[in-house]
T-cell receptor, first 112, second 110 residues
Framework: AQSVAQPEDQVNVAEGNPLTVKCTYS??????LFWYVQYPNRGLQFLLK??????LVKGSYGFEAEFNKSQTSFHLKKPSALVSDSALYFC??????????FGKGTRLHILP | KAGVTQTPRYLIKTRGQQVTLSCSPI?????VSWYQQTPGQGLQFLFE???????NKGNFPGRFSGRQFSNSRSEMNVSTLELGDSALYLC?????????FGQGTRLTVV
């Protein structure tokens, strides 16, 4: 079955430091991968996607993600964290039925 | 373009009642998906509609149902509400790859 896993429930990073939010996936064929962010009492906002091409994908708000086929990972990164990046982050994959399924989410805390 | 609109934003219902939630997708998007978000279970896929037909269905009981109209607007219905149905219900629309979400309907069952 197609799935996506986010191994960390919470990640704490000091403001100004680089951040990484981890995601691994299990799909057959070529994966379509996504990252979304959710702020309190809001829906999910699309950050970026990987379909094909360059393994480093750039998205909104200075975020980027690195696709690694051999490690089946799609980690979200940002060179310098802001306090306003504190939110809930979801990794997602499009499965063989063309529906998008999500990981359980990682809460990111940026400490001032 | 206007984004995905969900109504109402908040609902309080009593156990045993039924509820209908509404979602208007982004203009031109034919696919509408529904998700249930709870603190313990994360985002659970309910179902997806495409051009008025249910294309995918998640592992939820038959009390959860949906439909899509010819203008792509979608509704989901939950009958015989249980306390465990309290959640944020999110609707997402898409045309090709990525999905775009509404702000959700917060349902509280008392």
């Amino acid at each position: 079955a197609q799935s996506v896993a986010q191994p960390e429930d919470q990640v704490n990073v000091a403001e100004g430091n680089p951040l990484t939010v981890k995601c691994t996936y299990s799909v057959s064929g070529n994966p379509y991968l996504f990252w979304y962010v959710q702020y309190p009492n809001r829906g999910l906002q699309f950050l970026l996607k990987y379909i094909t091409g360059d393994n480093l994908v750039k998205g909104s708000y200075g975020f980027e993600a690195e696709f690694n086929k051999s490690q089946t990972s799609f980690h979200l990164k940002k060179p310098s964290a802001l306090v306003s990046d504190s939110a809930l982050y979801f990794c997602a994959v499009r499965d063989q039925d063309d529906k998008i399924i999500f990981g359980k989410g990682t809460r990111l805390h940026i400490l001032p | 373009k206007a984004g995905v609109t969900q109504t109402p934003r908040y609902l309080i219902k009593t156990r045993g009642q039924q509820v209908t939630l509404s979602c208007s997708p982004i203009s031109g998007h034919r696919s509408v998906s529904w998700y249930q978000q709870t603190p313990g279970q994360g985002l659970q896929f309910l179902f997806e509609y495409f051009s008025e037909t249910q294309r995918n269905k998640g592992n939820f009981p038959g009390r959860f149902s949906g439909r899509q109209f010819s203008n792509s607007r979608s509704e989901m219905n939950v009958s015989t509400l249980e306390l465990g149905d309290s959640a944020l219900y999110l609707c997402a629309s898409r045309e090709h790859t990525e999905a775009f979400f509404g702000q959700g309907t917060r349902l509280t069952v008392v």
